[in-house]
T-cell receptor
Framework: DSGVTQTPKHLITATGQRVTLRCSPR?????VYWYQQSLDQGLQFLIHYYNGEERAKGNILERFSAQQFPDLHSELNLSSLELGDSALYFCASSGQTGATDTQYFGPGTRLTVL | DQQVKQNSPSLSVQEGRISILNCDYT??????FLWYKKYPAEGPTFLISISSIKDKNEDGRFTVFLNKSAKHLSLHIVPSQPGDSAVYFCAASRIGGADGLTFGKGTHLIIQP
């Protein structure tokens, strides 16, 4: 158990809909990272938040957005969903913002768009 | 354009032998490299890392080797055990950056009894 929790575990929805994925980091961790794992692309970095502030963006679509709240949990919002958004979404947390800080991953949320 | 490549989607090794997993990268800005292990229905778990100032890092049965000139790293597992059967991801980052990790597509290691 990494100490990172993600809800829900599974989500099935329809094209055009909007969903929210939630991540609670390990106790004391200030950084949250979001990744998408699709069948053909592997794990891809989406966005990084540190102590409530956005620090870096990766391959995140404009239809996707995220935020980190004062209690440090984070939410990833996916809107106008398309079939291709079906994937595993992982969040990871680390103590600080440096690349050498180990990232601890949650169990993921499996999103299926029908 | 894949910046981190793991060219072997799967690898089968006999229990007790050495497992060698390979990884190549193209971005010369990367200076920190990691290996993660993933079991089905779980998130990736950190295994071992190495910075570009070193060419080897060892932790128990796991050793990572880095060849900067060839932009190549490898993970050695000795001896291989049944519990090592998993998908192994190579990842890279820049020490001075805030970006997330750049991952390879993974190698599925199967340890045969």
């Amino acid at each position: 158990d990494s100490g990172v929790t993600q809800t829900p575990k599974h989500l099935i929805t329809a094209t055009g809909q909007r969903v929210t994925l939630r991540c609670s980091p390990r106790s004391g961790d200030l950084s949250v990272y979001w990744y998408q794992q699709s069948l053909d692309q592997g794990l891809q970095f989406l966005i990084h938040y540190y102590n409530g502030e956005e620090r870096a963006k990766g391959n995140i679509l404009e239809r996707f957005s995220a935020q980190q709240f004062p209690d440090l949990h984070s939410e990833l919002n996916l809107s106008s969903l398309e079939l291709g958004d079906s994937a595993l979404y992982f969040c990871a947390s680390s103590g600080q913002t440096g690349a050498t800080d180990t990232q601890y991953f949650g169990p993921g949320t499996r999103l299926t768009v029908l | 354009d894949q910046q981190v490549k793991q060219n072997s989607p799967s690898l089968s090794v006999q229990e007790g032998r050495i497992s060698i997993l390979n990884c190549d990268y193209t971005n010369s800005m990367f200076d920190y490299f990691l290996w993660y292990k993933k079991y089905p229905a779980e998130g990736p778990t950190f295994l071992i890392s190495i910075s570009s100032i070193k060419d080897k890092n060892e932790d128990g049965r796991f050793t990572v080797f880095l060849n900067k000139s060839a932009k190549h790293l490898s993970l050695h597992i000795v001896p291989s055990q049944p519990g090592d059967s998993a998908v192994y991801f190579c990842a890279a980052s820049r020490i001075g950056g805030a970006d997330g990790l750049t991952f390879g597509k993974g190698t599925h290691l199967i340890i045969q009894p």
